[in-house]
């Protein structure tokens, strides 16, 4: 298939077990032509044949006498064998070691992704010429982002945990950090402090509280909005102005 290749060692034509192939194979070459360039094709051919026809490493159906008929040089299976790169069962399967290191497509995305890796380091990243105008936008914008993260770094040591609702049924405790949430009210330990002191001032409960702070959109609880028998009364409205007859004015609370 196009683009399908084996990876090799660049220093593999001086590498030990070449050289004691490259030995091996002498006395089976009557035309005394092998070397370690015809050695390295013979690995090349044979551990082609593997990637094309295995995917873990192994074939079923191959013996030594096969594989040198395949790659077309008689010997050079035992060979490397012999220098274990190569291994038969003594039946009909030959294996090949450290086959998920060097072959296989796990071992190609690996090698892709160092090349990749190499690449973009030697590839230097484009500087683009900023305006004036786009400079003081990315200044902006950067102090933007800083101001963003300082609120929310302030927002999350404002956020209490979970000893403050300690007791407190889970949806209870999500209604009200969602009422406070909506009122842009963050939820402290002094303004839980004074819910808990009120409420028991009222003589109920906190969870009874809060419950109540969710009903009626209560951004906080004061004892003196509950009457002794539990009724509750009105919330103290503020006071607006109010034109009367005439040139008097009167001040009062709202019919």
């Known amino acids: ?14 590498h030990p077990k ?9 006395p089976h070459d009557v035309q005394n032509a092998t070397d370690k360039f015809r050695v390295i094709g013979g690995l090349h051919a044979a551990w ?9 490493g192994v074939l079923f159906g191959y013996t030594p006498d096969l594989l040198d008929h ?3 040089w008689p010997g050079f299976a035992e060979a490397m064998i012999a220098v274990d790169w190569l291994s ?12 998920d290191e060097h072959n296989g497509q796990s ?5 892709e992704d160092q090349k990749r890796k190499r690449d973009s380091r030697k590839c230097p990243q484009p500087v683009r010429n900023l305006s004036a105008n786009d400079a003081d936008k990315s200044r902006n914008e950067s102090g933007l982002d800083k101001r963003e993260d300082k609120r929310e770094e302030q927002k999350q040591k404002t956020t ?19 009422l406070r949430q909506k009122l842009r009210a963050p939820i402290t ?5 004074g819910i808990r002191r009120e409420a028991g001032k009222a003589g109920l409960t906190l969870t009874a509280a809060l419950t109540m702070c969710c009903e009626r959109g209560w951004r906080g609880f004061k004892a003196e909005w509950v009457a002794g028998n539990g009724s509750v009364t009105p919330q103290p409205t503020k006071r607006r102005k109010q034109l009367g007859e005439g040139s008097s004015t009167n001040y009062g609370l709202p019919k």
């Open 1 to 14: 298939m196009a683009g399908d290749w084996i990876k090799m060692r660049s220093e593999l034509q001086s």
């Open 18 to 26: 070449v050289v004691r192939i490259l030995s091996a194979m002498r």
């Open 48 to 56: 082609s044949v593997f990637d094309t026809h295995s995917t873990d």
């Open 70 to 72: 395949v790659i077309g």
């Open 88 to 99: 038969f069962d003594g039946r009909e399967t030959l294996t090949l070691p450290e086959f």
């Open 107 to 111: 071992a190609k995305r690996r090698a």
């Open 160 to 178: 209490p945990d979970g000893e403050l609702f300690d007791g407190i049924p889970e949806q209870v405790v999500h209604d009200f950090k969602q």
């Open 189 to 193: 330990t002094t303004a839980m402090d």
